[in-house]
């Protein structure tokens, strides 16, 4: 029994990890309609900023917070140079520009970082070894599921209270009547980029804690299941983005487990989607795709 | 030509090949798929077994031909229910799964893939004169395929698919024969590429395998086999030519895709097109 709880604490973790991630994919897909696939070099720039300032400044806190802005602007700096020039294109024109992105920027790492990846100095948040209801899970782990939790439940609230938050909903559901009632839509898109980029470098940093260790090609894989989870959560739907981030976190902990010896983790979050794609068109969440 | 000749030409054959077989799955009939890699990896790993088993290299090839377009089908059938982008990242998965699956079977040698595939008897200028022979004739099918009623209904289906129906073109029946026709192709390379290498690892399959044949499609400008063959040609060739820089190969990949999409969104058809328009005088 603590066994199953101990896979479905993971599960949780790597979900709420998912999580950060989709959102701003799901964002930008649902302005865009684009398919962010260099989301993931963001995640990867998140990560590779925390270990190296934490390790040049020695200070951890100060790593998190460059790897959120660092991720932002070059998050921004995306749209503003790739994305916005190919908006009249057909999509998948910006899809392989972004792809083509992903590649260069992680080679990039690797040349400049080394192939081996890094390690932080001084991290001793993931062996801090804690006992709750049983179970024995590490400082590194809470923090990820109460700062997942935090970051989604303020961007419930900023998109339901403020002005600028409905805006950016209104600009999702209908851009032209948006636009028409005085929202600027660039100015959403550049809000879109900034935050969702700054949650995907957060995603980065915190994996970087939780492994102590980053190497080049540690967002390739991740980018992929982040596509896989918002196209499970119906494409934009950010309620059905975190329930399909949770629920392919589950399914993976588990399908490890229990069909590890005929395919390899990436493989089952994929037959996941196939199987759930074949049973529900629209995604888990979605309506009935246009 | 040396050993060395020969064996970029035959490399290059194989390219020629996926690429203009994905280009009637996607640039023809609109099926965005990112999981070509997984049919050519299905028909290298079926003549392999075959060859190894000790079946003659016809019967291999067809073995290739037959289970890649057999799971080429099944994905088509993905595609009658799904649209664009979730099309798109379900071939993704296709491509994922694929290895992931091959990784843990035993029987087709895991990680370390199927080694001592038995030689095809040609010697490798007769293996790489197979590939050119089998190149040439996909190019001309992709040609005659274009020029044909069913080329027209192919990019109906592309273009929108609701008008495509409602003028009585079978729209499910087309994408499912695109898919076919694209995966058995993509099927025969993968057989040839097993004789050709005498030995298959999963990672020759992988997901970035199927990006660069989608860059070639792109580049090439989709829905244009000449273009697309082009594409194919020059980026086997790129990486030889560059082989000093070899470290940096990726990096300038994934350059030369971002800025060839970003500065002629068109491929190399399109830029044809814009030159000729040019020299018209318009």
């Not at chain 2, 000449?226 to 070899?246: K, Y």
Request: some cysteine.
């Amino acid at each position: 029994m603590l066994y199953f709880l101990d896979l479905a604490w993971n599960g949780l973790v790597f979900g709420a990890m998912y999580a950060l991630m989709a959102v701003g994919l799901t964002l930008v897909y649902g302005l865009l309609r684009i398919l962010h696939i260099a989301h993931a070099a963001v995640y990867a720039l998140g990560a590779y900023m925390a270990v190296v300032v934490a390790n040049g400044s020695g200070n951890i806190a100060l790593g998190i917070v460059a790897a959120a802005a660092a991720a932002s602007l070059v998050g921004v700096a995306i749209y503003r140079l790739l994305y916005q020039p190919l908006l009249d294109h057909p999509p998948y024109v910006a899809m392989i520009a972004s792809i083509g992105l992903l590649v260069f920027m992680e080679d990039g790492f690797r040349i400049t970082f080394g192939e081996q990846g890094l390690t932080f100095l001084r991290n001793p948040y993931p062996t801090q070894v804690h006992e709750l209801a049983g179970l024995s899970v590490n400082t590194v782990q809470i923090v990820i599921i109460v700062m997942a939790t935090v970051c989604l439940i303020g961007l419930a609230l900023f998109t339901t209270r403020t002005r600028i938050g409905i805006g950016w909903r209104a600009t999702v559901s209908d851009p032209v009547m948006a636009t028409s009632f005085g929202v600027s839509a660039i100015k959403v898109r550049y809000l879109n980029f900034a935050i969702g980029s700054a949650l995907a470098g957060l995603a980065g940093a915190f994996i970087a804690l939780l492994n102590n260790f980053v190497e080049p090609t540690m967002g390739f894989v991740v980018s992929y299941k982040a596509l896989a989870v918002i196209v499970l959560g119906g494409l934009g739907n950010l309620l059905g983005t975190l329930i399909a981030s949770v629920a392919l976190g589950l399914a993976e902990s588990y399908g490890t487990i229990f069909v590890g010896g005929l395919l390899d983790r990436d493989a089952i979050a994929f037959l996941f989607l196939i199987v759930v794609l074949i049973i529900r068109p629209q995604g888990l969440a979605g309506i009935k795709a246009v | 030509m040396s050993a060395y000749g020969y064996s970029v030409m035959a490399v290059m054959g194989l390219n020629v090949m996926l690429a203009v077989s994905l280009n009637m799955i996607t640039g023809l009939c609109g099926q965005f798929s990112l999981g070509h890699a997984a049919f050519y990896g299905a028909g290298a790993y079926a003549a392999a077994s075959f060859a190894t088993a000790g079946a003659a290299l016809p019967l291999s090839l067809v073995a290739g031909i037959v289970v890649s377009s057999l799971l080429g089908i099944v994905v088509g059938f993905a595609s009658l229910r799904l649209r664009h982008d979730f099309l798109a990242v379900t071939t993704i998965g296709v491509s994922f799964l694929f290895v992931g699956f091959v990784r843990k079977q035993l029987w087709l040698g895991g990680e370390m893939g199927l080694g001592k595939i038995p030689p095809s008897g040609l010697g490798s200028q007769g293996n790489a004169l197979l590939i050119l022979a089998c190149t040439l004739a996909t190019v001309a099918f992709s040609l005659y395929v274009h020029r044909s009623w069913m080329g027209f209904g192919f990019r109906a289906v592309g273009d929108d698919e609701e008008t495509a129906r409602s003028i009585g073109i079978p729209v499910s029946l087309y994408k499912l024969v695109a898919f076919t026709l694209g995966t058995a192709i993509a099927g025969l390379a993968g057989g040839l590429y097993a004789y050709f290498t005498q030995f298959v690892v999963p990672d020759s399959f992988g997901f970035i395998v199927s990006v660069v044949l989608m860059a070639m499609v792109v580049i090439g400008g989709t829905g244009s086999t000449l273009g697309v063959a082009a594409a194919a040609i020059i980026l086997t060739l790129l990486p030889e030519v560059f082989r000093f820089m070899n470290e940096y190969r990726l990096l300038i990949f994934g350059g030369l895709l971002v800025l060839v999409m970003r500065f002629a969104p068109g491929g190399l058809a399109g830029l044809g097109r814009g030159g000729l328009a040019i020299l018209r005088g318009r």
